[in-house]
């Protein structure tokens, strides 16, 4: 794993397994993964056809009448309710063991602030991105195109050749 994060550092700086590993801790960082890695293999292998409409109808309704709506919750009501134990233990498990721990690393529950180590860790990633020397050049190609001329979207210059003016004394 941390290899992965060493191999997405490379271009960027941003190493999201160190940072994870940093907010976590190793082992809770392993458990993270263990808990989606379970519910990855699991859940799909046990998924019926019928499970499958309940969850296209939940997300469905919830595009067109809002999470909120009453139509939204029977939706999801509906497919919760055709759920194996299992799954519904699955789902649960990667709530709680995946993004409300990573959310409590993240963010404060009581104030809904940044906690001080996020900050802490995202300043040191944002200090690796900018000394990497890939971020480096991309920045420096970046600043160039603020220099050039500003060029019309594409489509517009090919009518570019049809300048009329009027002529004087009209």
Request: glycine share 6%.
């Amino acid at each position: 794993m941390r290899e992965m994060g060493n191999k997405a550092a490379t271009f960027t700086g941003y190493n999201p397994v160190e940072m994870m590993e940093d907010l976590l801790g190793v082992d809770g960082f392993k458990e993270v993964i263990a808990n989606v890695t379970l519910f990855e293999k699991e859940f799909p292998e046990s998924v019926t056809q019928e499970q499958v409409e309940k969850a296209e109808m939940m997300v469905i309704t919830m595009g067109v009448f809002g999470p909120d709506s009453e139509a939204n919750k029977n939706a999801t009501d509906n497919f919760m309710g055709c759920l194996s134990d299992r799954q519904v233990e699955l789902i649960h498990s990667l709530n709680q063991n995946v993004l409300d721990r990573v959310s409590a690393v993240m963010v404060d529950p009581t104030t809904g602030e940044p906690t001080p180590a996020f900050v802490q860790e995202t300043d040191k990633m944002m200090k690796r991105m900018e000394e990497n020397p890939y971020m480096k050049l991309l920045n420096v190609l970046v600043d160039s195109l603020d220099e050039q001329p500003r060029r019309e979207p594409l489509g517009f210059e090919a009518f570019n050749f049809i300048q009329y003016e009027v002529p004087k004394g009209l």
